[in-house]
């Protein structure tokens, strides 16, 4: 999470040398500080103008100089992140995108410019870093399946019927549960509410259906 302290640090740098007192005394008034530099309102003053005029009027002129000074500073934050320097550099040029695009969701009263910006910076980061670990997948062939072979067709049909033959010799109390249980899709519990059967019986008889069945289709 930014902090208003890392942002107007990074402003403040930028700067190369904070604004000149007014003149009238070592009075301090609302809006600046004992040493002569602007407070945190001032400072973000001159960016939230630019992000009005890109908003009001998309003008080039202002988003130009948000970009020289934002756009190498979040590459910087994304490289000390862990980013290498072509991801920082992608997510940057997004940044600053998004800047341009959305800059009517930008509120000052809730932010400053740059606690905005490396907001989306993060953000920006964090979509990267889940589409490298989730990689998208290849592309897929679109339309109906192939048909199978007529050989595969007859093979199915032939093992359905050997099924349903192995199913009906087996004993009727075996057969009950294996209908339940894999053309029922009942757990063994269920079984054992519907029928009264013990679970210990119902596993046995199952198992030795299975063991039949498995006999027959072989």
């Not at 003008?59 to 000074?69: G, I, K, V």
């Not at 920082?88 to 606690?115: G, I, N, Y």
Request: with cysteine.
């Amino acid at each position: 999470m930014f902090t208003e302290i890392d942002t107007v640090d990074l402003d403040s740098a930028a700067a190369g040398t904070a604004p000149r007192r007014a003149h009238g005394g070592s009075k301090r008034t609302k809006g600046s500080s004992v040493n002569g530099t602007q407070s945190n309102g001032a400072a973000r003053c001159p960016w939230v103008d630019h992000v009005k005029r890109i908003r009001e009027a998309q003008d080039q002129a202002a988003f130009a100089e948000l970009f020289q000074h934002f756009a190498p500073r979040v590459k910087a934050f994304l490289i000390r992140s862990g980013s290498d320097a072509a991801l920082a550099e992608e997510c940057a040029q997004e940044v600053m995108a998004t800047l341009w695009h959305k800059a009517h969701l930008f509120d000052p009263t809730r932010a400053t410019v740059s606690t905005w910006v490396f907001t989306i910076a993060r953000n920006k980061r964090i979509d990267a870093l889940r589409k490298q670990r989730r990689p998208e997948p290849e592309d897929l062939t679109w339309g109906p399946e192939a048909e199978p072979e007529q050989a595969d067709v007859v093979a199915m049909q032939q093992e359905t019927a050997q099924l349903r033959t192995a199913l009906r010799a087996l004993p009727e109390a075996q057969r009950e549960l294996i209908v339940k249980a894999y053309f029922g899709d009942l757990s063994h519990r269920e079984i054992a509410a519907q029928t009264g059967l013990p679970l210990g019986t119902i596993k046995s008889r199952i198992r030795l259906a299975l063991d039949r069945l498995r006999h027959a289709m072989n």
